[in-house]
């Protein structure tokens, strides 16, 4: 493995980076705040909040997780020393589009059983009585599902940035086979 020689001046994708970090801040945070505050109270069938489904804590967390890296990778992107840590800051973004990924999963399934139920193992749908806690549910899982959609996408930016070091593998290898003929006929 070879690295380029050439250098770029700057980063060529530093602005939509930092647009894409930006946007996954509000989004992250209000999916947590979002979920954080949402409980309803039924005078027949008492009262659920986000804490009681695991899939919706787990949102939560992920979610505080990926806003405050967000905010600390931006702080640390000022300086010109981390430039040299483009595989870490790969990783981490792929790290936390994974957790996103996780979590909004999660998520969404435990909205869909409260919409819809599953009659093949006797649960029923809730949303009926607890609508408007199934309605901020829903904002949250898509507020998180807009935030991934920045994390993927971060996450094929900083890939561009990290690979786009180095040559393309064999670039410097003969692969039209005129090299192994010449070798055999030497080799006679």
Do not use: H
């Given at each position: ?91 981490l973004d792929q790290a936390a589009a994974y957790l996103l990924l996780a ?61 786009s070091r180095f040559d393309a593998p064999g670039a410097d290898v003969d692969c ?13």
């Amino acid at each position: 493995m070879t690295t380029t020689t050439t250098t770029t001046t700057g980063r060529p994708l530093k602005v939509p980076e930092m647009a894409l970090r930006v946007c996954v801040i509000p989004l992250a945070v209000a999916s947590l705040w979002r979920m954080a505050t949402n409980r309803q109270a039924d005078d027949a069938y008492g009262e659920i909040r986000f804490s009681n489904l695991s899939g919706f804590k787990y949102l939560v967390i992920i979610n505080a997780i990926t806003a405050a890296y967000s905010v600390l990778s931006i702080l640390l992107s000022s300086f010109k020393s981390l430039a040299r840590y483009d595989w870490l800051v790969f990783v981490l973004d792929q790290a936390a589009a994974y957790l996103l990924l996780a979590s909004c999963s999660a998520a969404a399934e435990v909205v869909y059983l409260a919409r819809e139920g599953d009659r093949a193992v006797s649960w029923g749908e809730v949303c009926s009585y607890f609508g408007r806690f199934c309605g901020r549910a829903t904002v949250s899982v898509a507020l998180q599902a807009a935030a991934l959609i920045c994390f993927v996408v971060l996450s094929l930016v900083s890939a561009f940035r990290v690979f786009s070091r180095f040559d393309a593998p064999g670039a410097d290898v003969d692969c039209s086979g005129a090299g192994s003929k010449q070798a055999d006929e030497q080799g006679k």
